[in-house]
């Protein structure tokens, strides 16, 4: 994303904000979680349900503070201006995207470790080893992918590019196009919760069965 002139951004304002950064971060974290997957293979059945439901947990608890408690909280604040608040926000949730291509790489790779084991019968099983085997999932299998899919297929590089540039339109008070953008954002961010949810139950349903 483009960094207007306009506006003073130090080093670390610029790494925030930029798209490209999330790219070697997202590219980084998917070669360390590929690299770490014959380790989490030969945990034990438990211990990877454990490790991906602690893991699901706290990207959980993360993302309900940010983005429904952090981000409408801070707007009844009477103190800083509404483009400060706007500022503010772009900044917090593009870090935040940060860590959650990272969270989002592992999880992948932890849900189809317990999906190819068959530890949550509820959402099935694969029968390949290789990533083919997703063909034969249900919605319930697909369930676990939902998150980090909705992180790399429709957040990181896509519509969260486009809410930067909306909010740094309305900082420097510039007419704002694509509005509409962060209400998408939103129901993205509600749909990539309920299936953390959803998930982590099923998780925590074979963990006690276990």
Known sequence: M???????HSPGSIFVLSTRSTGIIAAISVGIAAAARPYGARITGPGL??????LQCCWLGANMAISFLEAPVKFVSPTPSRRNLVDVGRHVFSAMNK???VLA?????????????????????????SFLGLRQ?????????APGLIVYVFQSFTFLPTLRSVGARFVEGKPVENAK????????????????VA????????????
Not at 203 to 209: D, N, T, V
């Open 99 to 101: 860590v959650e291509v």
């Open 199 to 210: 998930s982590t139950i099923g998780i925590g349903r074979a963990l006690l069965k276990a």
């Open 2 to 8: 483009p960094i207007n002139s306009r506006i003073h």
């Open 181 to 196: 953008v962060h209400g998408v954002y939103v129901g993205l961010e509600a749909l990539k919760i309920t299936a953390l």
């Open 137 to 145: 999932l249900g919605w319930k299998g697909w369930l676990g992918f």
């Open 105 to 129: 790489a592992l999880d992948i790779v932890g849900w189809h470790l317990v999906l190819q084991r068959g530890l949550v019968p509820s959402a099935g099983s694969l029968s390949s080893s």
């Open 49 to 54: 349900l454990l490790s991906v439901g602690a």
